[in-house]
């Protein structure tokens, strides 16, 4: 994290106050929220999950308090979590720490719920200390904070997404017939930590027959003369915030089928990131696109949902799928990828990452959509 102020606008400090209020609200006792994108989002503590606990505990109805190991209570202190004036509690190698959390808890706790990427050997741990009480997912009420974005976040991914636009508009430097699928990969890594981001998360490259198959990741194929490929690419900023952008290539002129097929993907994602407005529903979102590529005879092919939300994950709420009736609202921020793919053929995908806003949608990832052919 840079600067203070950013750091206030990115984090700031009423979320945990808003996380109480939805536990309330939700008929539960108390939220234990260990570390991961949850505890960043409401602390901006960016602490790492480790066997020893570290968890914000939040109750309905008494002040929250942040239990950490006694030899992590410097560093907690030192986090933004140290300036939400919030109790941290160090806990000595030999005390229960989940015995010190139930202790805690109001006597009648009955419900409380945990965060969904907890480790289960502390989730048992703490039904263990709360053997009257059940357990359910912290996630269902969080993700309905997390997944309306703040104008700064909003603003963070923004960032991210003009640092992974940096490194497609350069994929002609290390995408060349010859070279494997895994050497190309090593250099976008490299990329996409110079364009700005703190992780790598995912280059995938698929070449040839194996850009049919969506989450392919990279192989010894060599890339020839003709070969479309999907590249899709993500990491994760300095301030917590993820990029994944896809776009397809052609090593040379690829097969006339290719174009044609690329041509109706085109058309179906444009209409999809021109369709992003307040009150449109997931499933709706998802049917234009859905619907373009079946009316040309693709439909088999296009054998995922359209997208997922994105912010301090790569994949979090909302989903845009079919089935789901949840309308978006503006802060809402989500990829539109929809691909088609030919078994054992090639296959393409463009992704895009979209915010919802008041006025429609913004799309925050500004590389050309049109077929990039490289030279072979
Ligand atoms: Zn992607
Ligand atoms: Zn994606």
């Known amino acids: 994290m840079s600067d203070a102020t950013e750091e206030g606008g990115l984090y700031p400090p009423e979320r945990v106050a808003r996380a109480q209020e939805a536990a309330r609200d939700a008929g539960l006792d108390a939220l234990l929220v260990t570390p991961g994108a949850d505890l960043r989002y409401l602390t901006g503590y960016q602490a790492l999950p480790l066997e020893r606990l570290t968890c914000l505990v939040v109750p309905a109805e008494a002040d929250p308090f942040l239990v950490v190991p006694a030899l992590e209570k410097a560093a907690a202190e030192a986090s933004p979590a140290g300036r939400l004036g919030i109790e941290i509690t160090g806990f000595a190698e030999t005390d229960d720490a989940y015995e010190l959390v139930a202790r805690r808890l109001p006597p009648g706790t009955t419900r409380f719920a945990v965060d969904n990427h907890m480790w289960a050997e502390k989730l048992l741990a703490f039904q263990d200390a709360l053997p009257r009480a059940r357990a359910g997912l912290a996630g269902d009420v969080l993700a309905g904070l997390r997944m309306r974005k703040s104008a700064a976040e909003v603003e963070a991914l923004r960032r991210a997404g003009a640092a992974i636009d940096r490194v497609h508009r350069r994929m002609g430097e290390w995408l060349r017939p010859g070279r494997t699928e895994r050497e190309i990969a090593r250099d976008v890594a490299d990329a996409i930590l110079a364009a700005g981001h703190a992780t790598v998360d995912f280059v995938i490259v698929g070449s040839g027959p194996n850009g049919a198959s969506p989450h392919h990741e990279v192989s010894d194929r060599v890339v020839r003369a003709g070969d479309p490929v999907v590249v899709d690419i993500g990491g994760t900023t300095p301030d917590g915030y993820c990029s994944d952008s896809t776009r397809t290539y052609a090593v040379g002129e690829p097969p006339a089928e290719f174009r044609e097929l690329y041509e109706v993907l085109q058309g179906a994602q444009a209409a999809q990131t021109g369709a992003v407005r307040p009150g449109i529903t997931a499933q709706e979102l998802d049917a234009v696109g859905r619907d373009r590529i079946a ?57 895009d990452i979209a915010v919802c806003t008041e006025a429609g949608g913004e799309r925050l990832n500004l590389t050309g959509r049109d077929l990039v052919v490289l030279p072979a």
């Open 295 to 351: 009316a040309a005879g693709y439909g088999e092919h296009f054998i995922h949902r359209t997208g997922h939300g994105i912010g301090l994950e790569t994949h979090e709420e909302p989903y845009i799928v079919a089935g789901s009736a949840r309308p978006l609202e503006p802060g809402m921020a989500f990829s539109v990828e929809p691909g088609i793919y030919l078994p054992g053929r090639f296959g393409a995908r463009i992704e």
